[in-house]
């Protein structure tokens, strides 16, 4: 992979995902309202099919649908400007076999940029939304090989992109490399006020999204993280995924 000509062909895709940012929180690396993290502590994937009440399991699994989040189901129905009536058909559609099971899968993990698009430009073509952004993650091929060798399969749509072995399509726009780990959830180095201080130690130099820029800047500090103890989240692997934007039309 060369540095200066990266290209979404060079990684496995782990996912589509609509999001935008949370409101920052003080002493956060991610004050920045332009950063848009993996993590699900700091960004909101929409549509969030937990929240919905949504989020299907395994048919073998003993867990059930979660309860929905009545503030959260408010204030999306209100986003979107829908009646009651209109709500209820705008989850049907999420609900049905298509999207949930074949297109979205739980964490709200688009398999496809069609789909994604599809589902942008039919809900979210309002002014509230603007600051959505269409957003492929991948993982390098050769670190592929561990993240399945690692880790468990749960049937998320992180773990199904990423058993397919399907690169990114080359027409996005690279925005750089964050530092997760993966335990059912992305957890990022935005999570973790120590690596803030970390990277102002070492005088690292995030780019415009607040990413690294390379792959091998990513990794330094990748073995630096594995060295020191950054936060109670890093149980897992570490891993350097790769964040493309995409039209959302």
Known sequence: MEENKISGNDFIAMGHFLMRPRRPEKNRIYRDPGIYSLAECHTEKIPSLYHLGLWWE????????????????????????????????????LANERFVKKTIHIHDNFLNISAAQEFSAKYMDLEIFEDVKLIGAGISIEDHKTFID??????SGVDVRAKSAVKLSQKGVFRGFEITDYLDLFHSFYCYPQ?????????????????????????????HMNKATIGPYWEGNLYIIAQFEYPRK
């Open 150 to 155: 690692s880790e468990p399969y749960n049937n």
């Open 58 to 93: 395994d048919p073998k699994s003993d867990n059930k649908h979660p309860k929905p989040n009545n503030k959260y189901i408010q204030d999306l129905k209100s986003e979107l400007g829908f009646s009651e009536k209109e709500f209820l058909a705008f989850e049907k559609d």
């Open 195 to 223: 690596a803030e201080l970390e990277i102002e130690e070492q005088k690292i130099q995030l780019n415009e999204n607040g990413m690294f820029e390379t792959y091998n800047q990513a990794k330094e500090f990748l073995l």
